[in-house]
């Protein structure tokens, strides 16, 4: 990382116990890599619905070098989780590829709270730590890229 990078994260508040998580894991990697806390916004939306919308303002507005979109799923009863899941994912997407800067995915996408828990600093690692990682990776490739005139 370099130490005027800023970051954003967004993160959703529904289904908070596992996205309070997420986003303790994404601070804590931020931190480990050199980022002082000030360089970093953090915005809350309701739920990973609405994570794209945000991501998009965010990435959009010149002042960040990455975005980290965090938000957890929860399968249900109904096939409601598999229309968010997509839409989501493509508005992540569409944010990043539209603005040029890194926006990652740290959405977990579980069919059990036990899953996503065991996701979210559990026994299968924190996915906030993760798509933090992914997000500073990207933001170091396209730097090295830019760099030699890519």
Do not use: W
């Not at 997420?22 to 994570?51: C, I, K, N, Y």
Request: charged content about 20%; hydrophobic content about 45%; overall charge neutral.
């Amino acid at each position: 990382m370099a130490g005027d990078d800023r970051v954003a994260i967004v993160v959703s508040r529904f289904n908070d116990l596992v996205t309070e998580r997420l986003l303790a894991g994404a601070q804590e990697t931020l931190r480990r890599h050199g980022l002082a806390a000030d360089r970093v916004t953090v915005v809350h939306v309701p739920g990973s619905f609405e994570l794209p919308l945000a991501a998009h303002r965010l990435a959009h507005s010149g002042k960040f070098t990455m975005v980290v979109c965090l938000g957890a799923v929860i399968q249900g009863e109904t096939t409601h989780h598999e229309y968010i899941n997509h839409q989501v994912a493509a508005g992540v997407l569409q944010a990043s590829i539209s603005s040029g800067i890194p926006v990652t995915f740290g959405v977990l996408t579980c069919q059990t709270m036990d899953q996503a828990l065991d996701r979210a600093g559990g026994k299968a690692g924190n996915k906030g730590h993760e798509a933090t990682l992914a997000a500073i990776e990207m933001a170091n490739l396209l730097r090295s890229m830019k760099a030699e005139g890519i």
